[in-house]
């Protein structure tokens, strides 16, 4: 079964320092890669996906992901953090015969003034 | 372009009672897909229905079940309600049953089973 793993389930950082939120996932086949954001009693928006094209997705809001076989990661970055940014995040990957969505147990970041 | 809407945004039960919960897909999707998401955790798939058909389903009971119509909207039904089964209740819309595809989300339904 295809899996992910969020190491950190809480990252801080100050506005405009570097957003890393840290992704590894288990497949045995290649896999499509998810990052979503959750802000506070709402539901999920995606930033970005990794489809096999491009190693490097760029999504919404300035965030991107790098896709690293060798590495097993995906890990989701974004060079200055706003205030705005503080929220959940969520990786994901598609597995199954309903290529449902499989979730990370989710960071929450927080962005300090 | 109409997103995925969620009805109704809260809903208190208590245990043993029924609830069904409700979702419209965004136009155009053929491919309502549930998510259970406890707190403090992430989304666990629950079903998921294509063209009025279940098509794939996660680790839950046969009391979660659910129905999708013509015009491709969705039901999530619970019996029984259980106090673990206090959670926000995420539909999902996709064109098409496929990996790549994006899953569009609304914004939840609060249950709360006392």
């Known amino acids: 079964a295809q899996s992910v793993t969020q190491l950190g389930s809480h990252v801080s950082v100050s506005e405009g320092a570097l957003v890393l939120l840290r992704c590894n996932y288990s497949?045995?086949?290649?896999?499509?890669l998810f990052w979503y954001v959750q802000y506070p009693n709402q539901g999920l928006q995606l930033l970005l996906k990794y489809t096999s094209a491009a190693t490097l997705v760029k999504g919404i809001n300035g965030f991107e992901a790098e896709f690293k076989k060798s590495e097993t990661s995906f890990h989701l970055t974004k060079p200055s953090a706003h205030m705005s940014d503080a929220a959940e995040y969520f990786c994901?990957?598609?597995?199954?015969?309903?290529?449902?969505?499989?979730f990370g147990s989710g960071t929450q970041l927080t962005v300090l003034p | 372009e109409t997103g995925v809407t969620q009805s109704p945004t809260h809903l208190i039960k208590t245990r043993g009672q029924q609830v069904t919960l409700r979702c419209s897909s965004q136009s155009g999707h053929n491919t309502v897909s549930w998510y259970q998401q406890a707190l403090g955790q992430g989304p666990q798939f629950i079903f998921q229905y294509y063209r009025e058909e279940e098509n794939g389903r996660g680790n839950f009971p046969p009391r979660f079940s659910g129905l999708q119509f013509p015009n491709y909207s969705s039901e999530l039904n619970v019996n029984a309600l259980e106090l673990d089964d206090s959670a926000l209740y995420l539909c999902a819309s996709s064109l098409a049953r496929v990996n790549t595809d994006t899953q569009y989300f609304g914004p939840g339904t609060r249950l709360t089973v006392l």
């Open positions: 497949s045995s086949v290649p896999p499509y």
């Open positions: 994901a990957v598609t597995s199954g015969s309903a290529r449902q969505l499989t």
